[in-house]
């Protein structure tokens, strides 16, 4: 039987009751979790507290640093006291940061408020992934992570999509009720998160995760796993792509660009909510390709796509520039769950799985504040196109470096394997 048309077959199995049960768990944690009704208030809520533009950039920039400083330590945390736990605490402290604007509406307060966030989402951001990939490969389930990635962060797409456009209206009627519906959905998923089994210690003595090394000796061994795999770290440097094209042109990009091509600002909540939907139908979908390509291929692929998709916008109007994106967004929702699987896949039998996919979430932002940077230098002089267009190339350049590496590491392992035979 062909390798495409047994993991078809396979894929119709109906898992056992216990695998889709932490599926579905998992679904809701991740929607829950991520599901902020303040997001498109935010900054209106902080001005009308009494915050200046200056206080709330500058909330924003310490917020930033503060996720990257605490990706490392709560990696080890993970590790430490088992993927699960992490998520139950980053869960109840995402519950108590979104009570702090409510309770202390004030600079210092949100301040607080987004500390506490980032604290909550550095908790998260490795040990859910981590705790799906193993617990799904310990119950012979594996070959259903991507797909499992690809519907959690579309059903959170969605929820987004249906959720927000009620947020101005319910903040007429309770001035803090985004950030209440927000703690009370953060609760929600501290509940899906406490419902999740154990996994089973996979790495020798079941004492072992106690008696593990401290932070900085864990962070070494870390370190010690990325640099002797082949393969991890230039998978990492190809997801830095994929994460780094989608944060800046939805965050940085997004309303330059709009606005560029002279679309009025009133239209821009519909054209994000199109590129939201694009989205969430590719995180739906990862199996379209996976059937025809591998997993390096379909992320490189889908990554020049985007790349290609923003440098097209300098040839388009407004209308083109709406396809284009979404176009994008539909490319990188197909892409992120497939990289996410690359990642794991990689990481061998470990106890620092977290801390890994830790310091894969800090190269990430400490490229795209790097990439931030230079937006600012190219908006200033007024180079927009120029930007996407280096973007692109940049983006090609980069994947054909690491192509290069992926080939030789492929290459050293068959002659390892055929040295120890």
């Not at 002089?381 to 973007?391: C, I, Y």
Request: aromatic share 8%; proline share 4%; with cysteine.
């Amino acid at each position: 039987m062909p390798i495409s048309l047994r993991a078809r077959v396979k894929r119709r199995v109906r898992p056992p009751a216990a695998v889709l049960r932490v599926i579905r768990l998992n679904n809701g944690f991740q929607l829950l979790f991520n599901l902020l009704w303040w997001m498109p208030v935010f900054y209106q809520y902080q001005k009308q507290a009494g915050l200046s533009d200056s206080q709330i950039f500058g909330i924003q920039s310490v917020y930033y640093v503060a996720f990257c400083l605490l990706e490392i330590p709560t990696g080890f945390i993970a590790d430490r006291i088992g993927q699960r736990r992490c998520m139950q605490l980053g869960a109840a402290v995402m519950v108590a940061a979104n009570l702090l604007p409510v309770a202390w509406p004030s600079f210092v307060g949100f301040m607080a408020h987004f500390l506490a966030i980032a604290a909550a989402r550095s908790l998260v951001s490795g040990a859910s992934s981590a705790y799906l990939y193993e617990y799904l490969h310990e119950h012979g389930a594996g070959e259903r992570y991507v797909q499992a990635e690809g519907t959690a962060r579309a059903l959170g797409l969605w929820a987004k999509i249906a959720c927000w456009p009620l947020v101005g209206v319910l903040m007429h009627v309770r001035h803090e009720a985004p950030y209440v519906l927000t703690a009370l959905s953060t609760l929600g998923s501290l509940a899906c998160a406490a419902a999740l089994p154990a996994i089973a210690e996979r790495h020798g003595d079941p004492r072992a995760a106690a008696e593990r090394l401290g932070l900085l000796a864990s962070a070494r061994q870390a370190l010690k796993v990325l640099g002797t795999s082949r393969s991890l770290g230039p998978l990492m440097v190809q997801g830095v792509a994929v994460f780094t094209l989608a944060r800046i042109c939805q965050v940085n990009l997004f309303q330059p660009l709009l606005l560029e091509k002279d679309l009025p600002v009133a239209d821009h909540g519909a054209v994000l909510s199109a590129m939201t939907v694009a989205e969430a139908v590719g995180s739906a979908r990862t199996g379209w390709l996976r059937g025809r390509l591998s997993d390096t291929t379909v992320v490189t692929v889908l990554s020049v796509v985007m790349a290609l998709t923003l440098a097209a916008t300098t040839l388009s109007g407004a209308l083109g520039t709406i396809v284009w994106l979404c176009v994008f967004a539909a490319a990188a929702g197909l892409a992120y769950p497939v990289q996410r699987n690359l990642i794991n896949a990689a990481i061998p039998p470990t106890p620092y799985r977290a801390t890994l996919l830790s310091v894969e979430s800090i190269i990430d932002r400490g490229v795209c504040a790097l990439v931030a940077l230079a937006v600012g230098a190219y908006l200033a002089a007024d180079r927009l196109d120029a930007l996407l267009v280096h973007a692109a190339v940049g983006t090609c350049l980069l994947l054909l470096v690491v192509g290069v590496l992926l080939r030789r590491s492929r290459r050293g392992e068959v002659r390892q394997a055929v040295g120890q035979r």
